[in-house]
C-alpha cells in the first residue's frame, strides 16, 4: 500500500513527457494518487477543491494584467524600447546585471512580489534588453528575440530565489526553523539565514558572468559589430 | 479594513469579466473556463469556512469545478486576439514619451509601501490592512492605483481596462492556471504519503556509513523531488526528515543550521529545471509569447547546474565543522 501513491507521480511524468496539456494531467495524478492511497470519491473530491482554493494567492499577480495591457495598447513596450536606445553606456550585459542584482537585495528585504514576470519582466525589462541587445547591431531576428526574452525570465527567476533564502522573517527560514523545531532542534532564523548568502553570491557571480557570456555571443551573431581588428585587418 | 479575500473578489469580478467578452465572441471553452475559475475564486473563502466546520459539500463541488477546468483547458487555444496597429501605438509612444512608465512603476512602489509601512495605516481608530498576506494585498491595491493612473495617462475609457487585461489573460490561457493546480497537486500527495514513499526509496539506494554519498544522495534527493513536485518547500521536510536529520544529523554529526539553509538552496536549483515549477517557468513562456515551452527552463538550466555543483561543494565542506 506504502507504494501505491507513486503512481500519481508516474503519471506526472509521463503526461509531461508525452507533452499532453499540463493542467488535465496535474489532476489526473492528484485524482490517482488519491485513489491508490485508498481514498473515497467524495474525499477525492473535496481534497482537491480544498487544496485549490487554498492557494488562490497564486493567480494574483493575474491583476496586474488591465493596467499593464492599457499601458501596452498605449506603446509603453515601444517607449521602453526607443529610451533604452537612447542610453549609449546601457548595455545587455549590464542591464541583466543590474535587474539581477536589484531583484536580490529586494527579496533579501523580503519584497518578493514587487517584481515578477507580470509585474516587471514583459512590461519593462524584457523590451529593454531587447532594445540594450540591438544597439550598433542589426535588429535581432524572431528567435533571437525569443531567446533575450527567455534570458530575462531566467535572470528574474535566479534573482528571486537565490536572494528570498536570507530574508529572514518569511518563508524558507521559517520553513527550516519550524522543521526543526518540530523535531527537537531549536534554531535562530538568523542562523539559518546567514548560511544562504555564500550561494547567493555564488549565484550572482555564476548567472552575472553568463549575462556576459549570452551579450557577447549576441553581438558577435551580427555581421554589422565585428571586432576592430579584424575590420582593420580586412580593409 | 482590507483584507486578502478582498483581493479575491476583486480577481473574480476581472475573471468574470473575461468570461462575458468571451461570450460575445463565441468563444464557448473559453467563456466556460473563465466562468468556472471566476466561481471557486467568488466562493473560495465559503469552501475553506464550510470545511473547517466538517461541512464537505461545498469543497466537493468545488472539486468538481476543478474537474472542470482539466476538462476545458485543453480546448483553449490562442487565437486571434486583436492588438491596436503598431504604428497607433508607436505615435503614443511618442507622445507620451516617459509619462507611460508612472503607472507602471506604480505597481512595485505601492506594494512596497504597504509591504514596509501597511502595518502602520490606521483609519477610524481600526488598522486598514490586515496582517496576513499583506504583501499581496497591496499588490492588488497597487494594481487599481496603477490602472487609475493608466485610463488617466493614456485618456482611454475604463472599459479599455477590461479588454485589454482580458487580452493577456487569454493570451496566457491556461497557463496562469497551472501554478494553482500544481500547488494543490502537492496537498494531495502530501495528504496521500507520496513524500515518505520517495525518502524510502532514496535511503534504500545508498550506503549510509559514508558521510559524502549521505550529502549527494540529500542534495540530489532535494533536486529529483523539487522537479517532481515544483516546489523546494514540499520537498524540504520529506528529505530532511528521510535522510536530513537521521542520516546527516544524527549518525553524522552535521550542523543543522548550515544543512538546513544549503539544502533548502540545493532544492532552489531543482525548481530551475522543471516545467512543475509553472509560475516561474511557463507562465513567463506565455506572457512573453515564447514558441517553446520549455524556453526559459533552457535560458536558466545551466546556471541551475553550476549553482548545485558549488552547494553539493560547501554543503560537504561546511557541515561537518566543528
Given amino acids: 500500500m506504502h507504494w501505491l501513491p507513486l503512481l500519481g507521480v508516474a503519471v506526472v511524468v509521463i503526461g509531461f513527457a508525452l507533452r499532453f496539456n499540463p493542467v488535465p494531467v496535474v489532476v489526473a495524478a492528484g485524482v490517482v494518487a488519491a485513489l491508490a492511497a485508498g481514498k473515497s470519491v467524495g474525499d477525492i473530491l473535496a481534497l482537491l477543491g480544498t487544496s485549490f482554493v487554498s492557494e488562490r494567492a497564486l493567480l494574483l499577480y493575474v491583476l496586474t494584467l488591465p493596467a499593464i495591457g492599457l499601458l501596452e495598447r498605449a506603446g509603453l513596450r515601444e517607449h521602453a524600447r526607443n529610451w533604452i536606445g537612447k542610453l549609449r553606456g546601457l548595455t545587455l550585459s549590464r542591464l541583466l546585471i543590474a535587474y539581477l542584482g536589484l531583484r536580490q537585495v529586494l527579496c533579501m528585504m523580503g519584497l518578493t512580489d514587487i517584481e515578477g514576470h507580470a509585474q516587471t519582466v514583459r512590461p519593462l525589462l524584457a523590451p529593454m534588453a531587447e532594445a540594450a541587445a540591438e544597439r550598433g547591431r542589426e535588429p535581432l531576428v524572431e528567435h533571437e528575440r525569443h531567446d533575450v526574452r527567455a534570458f530575462c525570465a531566467a535572470t528574474d527567476n535566479i534573482g528571486r530565489f537565490f536572494g528570498e533564502d536570507v530574508f529572514i522573517a518569511l518563508g524558507a527560514v521559517l520553513l527550516i526553523q519550524g522543521f526543526y523545531a518540530q523535531h527537537g532542534i531549536e534554531l535562530q532564523p538568523l542562523q539559518i539565514a546567514l548560511w544562504a548568502l555564500p550561494t547567493a553570491i555564488a549565484a550572482f557571480v555564476i548567472h552575472g558572468i553568463r549575462s556576459m557570456l549570452f551579450a557577447r555571443r549576441l553581438a558577435s551573431r551580427s555581421p554589422s559589430v565585428q571586432p576592430a581588428g579584424e575590420r582593420d585587418a580586412a580593409h | ?322
Fill in chain 2, 1 to 322: 479594513m482590507l483584507r486578502i479575500e478582498h483581493a479575491y473578489w476583486l480577481l473574480a469580478l476581472f475573471l468574470a469579466g473575461t468570461a462575458w467578452l468571451n461570450l460575445r465572441d463565441r468563444r464557448w471553452w473559453h467563456t466556460a473556463f473563465w466562468a468556472v475559475l471566476a466561481a471557486l475564486f467568488a466562493c473560495g473563502d465559503l469552501v475553506l469556512a464550510a470545511a473547517k466546520a466538517h461541512h464537505e459539500l461545498p469543497a466537493q463541488i468545488a472539486g468538481v469545478g476543478v474537474l472542470a477546468l482539466a476538462v476545458l483547458a485543453p480546448r483553449m487555444h490562442r487565437g486571434e486576439l486583436r492588438e491596436r496597429a503598431e504604428v497607433e501605438r508607436e505615435s503614443d509612444a511618442l507622445r507620451l514619451r516617459h509619462k507611460l512608465f508612472v503607472p507602471a512603476v506604480l505597481i512595485p512602489l505601492v506594494t512596497m509601501a504597504v509591504a514596509l509601512f501597511g502595518g502602520y495605516a490606521v483609519l477610524g481608530g481600526a488598522h486598514l490592512f490586515a496582517q496576513r498576506q499583506m504583501t499581496l494585498t497591496g499588490l492588488a491595491l497597487a494594481c487599481m492605483v496603477a490602472l487609475v493612473a493608466a485610463l488617466w495617462v493614456t485618456r482611454a475609457k475604463p472599459r479599455a481596462g477590461l479588454i485589454e487585461g482580458r487580452r493577456l489573460l487569454d493570451t496566457l490561457g491556461w497557463a496562469a492556471l497551472l501554478p494553482l493546480t500544481l500547488a494543490a497537486l502537492g496537498g494531495v500527495f502530501a495528504a496521500t504519503g507520496v513524500g515518505s514513499a520517495v525518502a524510502d526509496l532514496v535511503r534504500m539506494a545508498i550506503p549510509v556509513q559514508s558521510a559524502l554519498a549521505c550529502i549527494v544522495a540529500y542534495g540530489i534527493g532535494m533536486v529529483l523531488f523539487t522537479v517532481i513536485m515544483g516546489n523546494a518547500f514540499a520537498a524540504f521536510p520529506v528529505l530532511t526528515a528521510g535522510i536530513g536529520l537521521p542520516l546527516l544529523i544524527h549518525l553524522h554529526g552535521a550542523n543543522p543550521a548550515i544543512l538546513g539553509a544549503l539544502g533548502m538552496v540545493t532544492g532552489y536549483c531543482g525548481t530551475l529545471f522543471t516545467p512543475m515549477a509553472a509560475n516561474f517557468n511557463i507562465v513567463p513562456v506565455a506572457l512573453l509569447e515564447l514558441p517553446n515551452q520549455n524556453d526559459v527552463i533552457r535560458a536558466q538550466w545551466k546556471t541551475g547546474a553550476a549553482l548545485l555543483v558549488v552547494n553539493l561543494a560547501l554543503m560537504y565542506l561546511l557541515v561537518f565543522r566543528t
